[in-house]
């Protein structure tokens, strides 16, 4: 089932989508604890977590595939989000230092195609940051909520779709160990939950994130022309 981008809203607008997200982020800003100057894009349902980054980043854009629908970002100021196939973003060439894809790779129709477009739109210094709900994780297996949607995918399936990919993996991390319960106590307790399973139960989390970096040097073509020799041999 393809993720709807105004359920996905009304979700982080509640209690439960409020921690989710504040959990991630954590994970995320440490590894991308200074945005100053840079262009980032979000791909697939991000604005809850490129608020964040607004006020540092020279360029923060959002975009949602085509199948997800669309929805305006951020509220009450100037737009900047925008509905586009994902395997046709609406940029010519390289321009982004970074890309958040969250909400996305579990939805793509191709997720190999969703990947090379988004190393296309990556300057060759990028980096790409993948957030994917996790197949061993209790989130992907509700569906009230976004995690729930989708294909969910293991560390290891990510790794190898990326290093397909032309990117090469330099981090991974997991979040998410809360309960996908909306009961007050449960979500009070998040820390408690959080550092429980980082340290118990890693292999648990309810999102796998991948920090990967563009490998250019992938992508140049292999000359496979083999120089002819002249050997001076004696004549018979």
């Known amino acids: ?5 105004h359920s996905a809203a009304d979700f982080y607008a509640t209690a439960q989508g409020i921690v989710a997200a504040r959990l991630i982020r954590k994970r995320i800003a440490a590894l991308w604890p200074d945005m100053t100057g840079r262009a ?40 900047l989000t925008c509905m586009a196939e994902e395997d046709a973003l609406p940029f010519s060439g390289p321009i982004f230092d970074r890309v958040l894809l969250v909400h996305g790779l579990e ?34 297996y509700f569906e009230n909520t976004p995690f729930g949607q989708g294909t969910p995918y293991s560390a290891g399936q990510v790794g190898r779709l990326l290093s397909q ?9 997991t979040a998410l160990f809360l309960p996908p319960m909306e009961m007050r106590l449960v979500l009070r ?23 990967a970096v563009k490998d250019v040097y992938s992508a140049l073509p292999t000359n496979m022309t083999r120089s002819r020799r002249f050997v001076l041999a004696e004549a018979p």
Do not use: C
Not at 118 to 124: G, I, N, P, T
Not at 166 to 173: A, G, I, K, M, Y
């Open 40 to 79: 980032v894009l979000g791909l697939g349902y991000a604005p809850p977590y490129l608020r964040a980054w607004r006020e540092d980043a020279r360029l923060t854009v959002a975009v949602t595939p085509a199948q997800y629908g669309a929805a305006r970002w951020p509220v009450g100021a100037a737009n």
């Open 189 to 211: 307790s998040n820390r408690l939950f959080e550092r429980a399973g980082h340290w118990a139960v890693p292999q648990f989390a309810g999102v796998t994130i991948a920090e």
């Open 1 to 5: 089932m393809a993720l709807d981008v």
């Open 165 to 173: 990919s032309l990117f090469r993996v330099e981090h991974r991390e």
């Open 107 to 140: 939805g793509a129709e191709n997720a190999r195609r969703l990947l090379r477009e988004v190393w296309r739109v990556l300057k060759d210094d990028g980096r790409l940051m993948v957030v994917t709900p996790n197949r061993r994780g209790m989130w992907a």
